[in-house]
C-alpha cells in the first residue's frame, strides 16, 4: 500500500497508533483468524477486538467477511496487504494541499433508478412513503439527507472549477455509505460499485447496514429499527490507480476518468449481476455519524 500525508489517509495512521492493533497484524500475517481467536490469544474481550478490526478495516489493512462453519457463523479477518510505502513531500513534489471543494447534499442527485426497499427522508421528516421510487422525483428531495434503495443508482454533477494554469493531481470523493437490509442487518453484504464519467472506478463491499445504536446524529424522531448510520468512505482517484481508504480498488487513473472536463459525474450503484444485491444507504448531514455530505476535492498543482 502506497499512501502520502494526506488527511485521507488518517485513518491509516490512526489504526497503526496502537500496540493491539500492531500485535493483531502480526497474528494475521501468520493466519486468517476469527474475531474470537483474536481476542482469546490478546486476552481481551470480543466486544474490544471488534473495535479494533474495524479500526484497521478502515484503514484497508485489513478485511473481514462473515464464513460459515460447524460451529456457526464467525467473522474471519485476514491481512491485506504486506507493505506500506510513505510518500512525503519534498521540494520537488508538493504536498496535495491545494484543492477545489464541492459539498453536495445527498438529496442533490441528478438521475437515479431505483427499487424498494427504498426511501428518502429531510432531517426533520419522511418525503412521501417507504417503498416508493416515485417520491425521488419529489420537489422536496434537494432537501433530503438521507436516501436507501435495494437495486440501481444514484447520479450525481459537479462542477469542475479548475483553471487552464492547474494541473490536476488526485480526485479525493467522500462519503457515510452501508447496505440496506429490512430493518437493519449487520451481516447484509452489497456489492457496490462506483462510476466517474460513466467510467467503472471500482467496487466496494459494504459488510451490513448498521443499527443497533443511534447514530450520533441521526434526529430524535427517527426509528431505532432502521438504519442509524455508515461506514465513513473515502475513494481517491490518482495517476497510479484509484483506491477506496488507501487500498487500491482498480487500476483506473486521473487521466482515463476524463478530469479535464469542466462537468464531472459520480454514479453509486448497485447492479442486478451483483453477487451480492445488498442495495445502498447515503447518509448526509444530519443523519450517521459523520455528519457530513459528500464531499468532492480536486487536488491540482499550478503549472510554471
Known amino acids: 500500500m502506497k499512501i502520502d500525508l494526506s488527511e485521507s489517509y488518517l485513518p491509516v495512521y490512526e489504526a497503526l497508533a496502537s500496540d493491539v492493533r500492531l500485535r493483531i497484524i502480526h497474528l494475521l500475517a501468520q493466519r486468517d ?71 453536495v447534499p445527498v438529496g442533490h442527485y441528478t438521475d437515479f433508478e431505483v427499487e424498494p426497499t427504498c426511501g428518502l427522508a429531510t432531517t426533520a421528516k419522511v418525503i412521501g412513503m417507504f417503498d416508493e421510487p416515485r417520491f425521488f422525483l419529489d420537489a422536496e428531495r434537494i432537501n433530503a439527507k438521507i436516501l436507501w ?7 450525481y454533477k459537479i462542477a469542475s472549477f479548475l483553471l487552464k494554469s492547474e494541473k490536476p493531481t488526485a480526485l ?18 452489497s456489492d457496490i460499485t462506483f462510476y466517474l464519467n460513466d467510467i467503472k472506478i471500482g467496487l ?26 455508515g461506514l465513513l468512505k473515502v475513494i481517491k482517484i490518482t495517476p497510479v490507480g484509484t483506491f477506496i ?28 449481476e451483483a453477487e451480492h444485491v445488498g442495495g445502498v444507504t447515503l447518509f448526509g448531514a444530519g443523519f450517521g455519524n459523520y455528519n457530513q455530505d459528500i464531499v468532492f476535492k480536486l487536488y491540482y498543482e499550478r503549472n510554471e
Not at 479525493?172 to 453484504?189: G, Q, V
Not at 463491499?205 to 448510520?229: A, L, V
Not at 486521473?254 to 479535464?260: E, F, H, K, S, T
Request: charged share 25%.
Open 172 to 189: 479525493e470523493i467522500s462519503f457515510e455509505i452501508s447496505s440496506e437490509a429490512p430493518f437493519t442487518n449487520e451481516n447484509w453484504p
Open 245 to 272: 481508504d488507501g487500498r487500491k480498488i482498480s487500476g483506473v487513473t486521473l487521466d482515463q476518468v476524463g478530469i479535464l472536463n469542466k462537468q464531472l459525474k459520480f454514479r453509486i450503484a448497485v447492479e442486478p
Open 204 to 229: 466496494w463491499t459494504s459488510p451490513g447496514d448498521f443499527g443497533g445504536k443511534r447514530g450520533k446524529f441521526t434526529p430524535d424522531w427517527w426509528w431505532d429499527e432502521i438504519n442509524q448510520y
Open 33 to 103: 483468524m476469527n474475531i474470537k481467536d483474536l481476542a482469546t490469544a490478546l486476552e481481551l474481550s470480543s466486544p474490544i477486538m471488534t473495535m479494533h478490526v474495524k479500526k484497521l478495516e478502515k484503514a484497508g489493512l485489513i478485511s473481514s467477511e462473515m464464513v460459515s462453519g460447524s460451529g456457526g457463523t464467525k467473522k474471519m479477518c485476514r491481512l491485506v496487504t504486506d507493505r506500506l510505502e510513505i510518500d512525503f513531500p519534498s521540494r520537488n513534489r508538493p504536498a496535495l494541499r491545494t484543492y477545489h471543494e464541492s459539498v
Open 149 to 155: 434503495f435495494s437495486r440501481g443508482f444514484i447520479e
